[in-house]
């Protein structure tokens, strides 16, 4: 396959003024004709004439009305044009029922819709499928179907016909179409400037029940992004689809987002609170697409970052404003750690902004979302609050209706602010995560922090040159109040140290509060430091920080040198737990563990070999010895932050319920499960009951659980997907495997829907000592139905082969298990182009 360079871009030869389709849709022979005004580009020096198309069936074609026979190939086709404007005409027919891949305008339970990022469009119809082209469309759609949707606003329609159009030029990543017999959740906004907005979610019928909470998120997501950014929504109407079978969480088409129905339904009965919240997050990020992504775009697909990095960002602001800012922090440092700082450690690493790859697709990573996102935290950390505003001002006035570059991003930011960014871009050409080792001395009252930072050689980088990382401190004096408070150390050297003065006693410091850049800390530190910092600490981040610190050192002494579980955590992180004043929601985060995976990577990076089943052991331990630490906390907890009253998704309400979930965990270790079964049969949402079903699974007790859940459930695609995934997870390792193939033997299981299919495989993924069982059962698994997905989905395959992408963590047994695998994947004929590429670099 073909690699692609960032270096090669140059523009597309043609500049286009209006684009016209028509579609006649049949499940099996849809008509796409298209109507394209192009004109010469006269910044673009190469005018060949090549348009995108992939299993196109070409009907006809014609340059201003005069029929041609273009050259084609697998990948489009290209024929001689005039110098001048002209007209290109085509009919092509697909087929949407047969498009397993969900690229392109596909079928899913009845209904048309589409998906064209990044490069779906190509199997519409011809077409220069690069997101630099852009320009306005119009669309009729002929169906029989009772809605028929497109981007923009609506025109004409009547009896088996509708038309859109789309006023706002734009590339064809965001084309989309929609035709089904769907229903609608109707609402409206009136923007800040007074223009009035129709608000639509639609849904299959028997769903507009689950609509409500989604609209409220748009709502607030409309509201926010004037109040913040100053961003207006710009078109008529505003329409949401849910679709049950989708690659992804959802997309951001001009005017018409399409969204797996995860991602946008909701109720009490069947979604968690952690749903709810994501379901804000998705919508509110799909919404600000439409300024940081659609009315200003990216040139070429390695500017992902540009839209992803910062519209994740935004998300994220918006929910730290509509929740709890550190508790979303925390949440967000948790799953940048377990999915990025894990990509950036093995073959898959690579820099936010990639100078090349061989399918795209397999670039909407970790990183470029990610840590694409803590880029822009730092930021505007460096530059400040004020001329962060100042410089996205700049950008949106700049570049809107462009496609831009991360060096229009950063120049809007030096213009700005004066400042050179230089040295900051590298952070968007380096991969890797630095190591940040800190020492620090005391003498004369003078506290000096001497800090070195390293990153380790990347696939295709083997020198690292020192980024700016700003290091944000506090300092604790010893009896526990704060004596600095918290100040942005800007490091820009290889090493560098800082002083601070008129101290009367070394402080503890508290280095790298709120996670102010993402690199990994290593420093020196003491339990009792650690459990005074969980203590004392007024930095959340830092607080949460000091107590999982604490347990993964436990841990690690566990594991490695069969210690017993740390008193010190013990007691430290039970103290944290009594504490009334401290937010449940912090309290439930900061009695969770690390992950079984963080623990493989800390002991790697230690020197020594993970076994995962040790791990897992240790984990056991240590969960049951903080039970019996806290048998009288617990009940206690448990009791105090039950909710009465009706169901809110609210952060109060989520709050209470996970810190009595977690003392429900401690509960159910002591009493078996007694106290988990009462709660599961009197549970009046899904958040309990399913809390309580995982119980009663860890505690072996879950049998008529389980059978009773798939009984109330089986009606529910989303819930029954839990159903698959919550078995798995909670499986003793040595079952995990055999749970997870047992279920995909399970009637309701079926690899043509991705969330039933990562709910089951993702299931078995997830489980990490499951799934790496030193029989080997596990990788073979994974790997079978992988190379089943992949003829049907590549998209979906690719992206699951990255559970292999630690391999060479493990032992030579567990190394010669997975390198057989991965093998026979790669030897498998035909294989897309996504999962050989994941494949081959994870073998490299
Ligand atoms: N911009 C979108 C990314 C995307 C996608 C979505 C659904 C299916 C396939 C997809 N490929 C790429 C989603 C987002 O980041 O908002
Ligand atoms: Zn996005």
Known sequence: PQTIYLKDYTPFGYLIDGVELTFRLHPTATRVISRIRFRPNPDATDHRFFLHGEGLTLISAAIDGQTVTPDRTDTGLTCPVPDAPFVWEAEVEISPSTNTALEGLYMSNGMYCTQCEAEGFRNITYYPDRPDVMAPFSVRIEGDEKILLSNGNPGNSGTGFAEWHDPWPKPAYLFALVAGDLVNHPDTFTTRSGKKVELNIWVRPGDEGKCAFGMQALRDSMTWDEEVYGREYDLDIFNIVAVDDFNMGAMENKGLNIFN????????????????????????????????????????????????????????????????????????????RARQFREDNGPLAHPVRPDSFVEINNFYTATVYEKGAELIGILKTLVGDNAYAKALDLYFNRHDGEACTIEDWLQAFEDATGRDLSQFKRWYEQAGTPRLSVADDFKDG????????????????????????PIAVGLIGPNGDEVHETTVLEMTGARQSFRFDGLSAKPIPSILRGFSAPVILEREITNAERAFLLAHDTDPFNKWEAGLSLARDGLIAMIHDGAAPDSAYLDAVQTMARDDSLDPAFRAL?????????????????????????????????????????????????????????????????????????ALAMITRLDGGAQAQRQYDNASNMTQQLAAWSCLLQAGKGEAATAAFYDQWQHDRLVIDKWFMLQILNADPAKTADTAARLTKHPDFTMKNPNRFRSTLGGLTASSAGFHHASGKGYELLANWLIRLDPLNPQTTARMCSAFETWKRYDSDRQVHIKAQLERILDTPSLSRDTTEMVTRILA
């Open 446 to 469: 003078t506290y000096t922090l001497n800090f070195e930072q390293k990153t380790p050689a990347t696939p295709g980088q083997d020198i690292k040159d020192a980024r700016v990382i």
């Open 590 to 662: 900061a009695l969770g563990l690390p992950s079984q995976d963080d623990l493989a990577q800390a002991l790697y990076d230690q020197g020594h070999t993970p076994d995962p089943q040790a791990i897992w052991e240790a984990l056991e331990t240590l969960r049951h010895a903080k039970a019996q630490a806290m048998q009288d906390l617990a009940p206690r907890l448990y009791a105090q932050y039950q909710v009465t009253g009706p169901y809110q998704p609210n952060a109060e309400q989520s709050g209470a319920r996970s810190l009595a979930n977690a």
């Open 261 to 336: 129905s995860s991602a946008v339904l909701a109720s009490p009965e069947t979604s968690t609170d952690t749903n709810f919240e994501r379901i804000e997050a998705i919508i509110a990020h799909e919404y600000f697409h439409n300024w940081t992504g659609n009315r200003i775009t990216c040139r070429d697909w390695f500017q992902l970052c540009l839209k992803e990095g910062l519209t994740v960002y935004r998300d994220s602001q918006f929910t730290s404003d509509m929740r709890s800012a550190p508790v979303k922090r925390i949440s967000d440092v948790i799953a940048l």
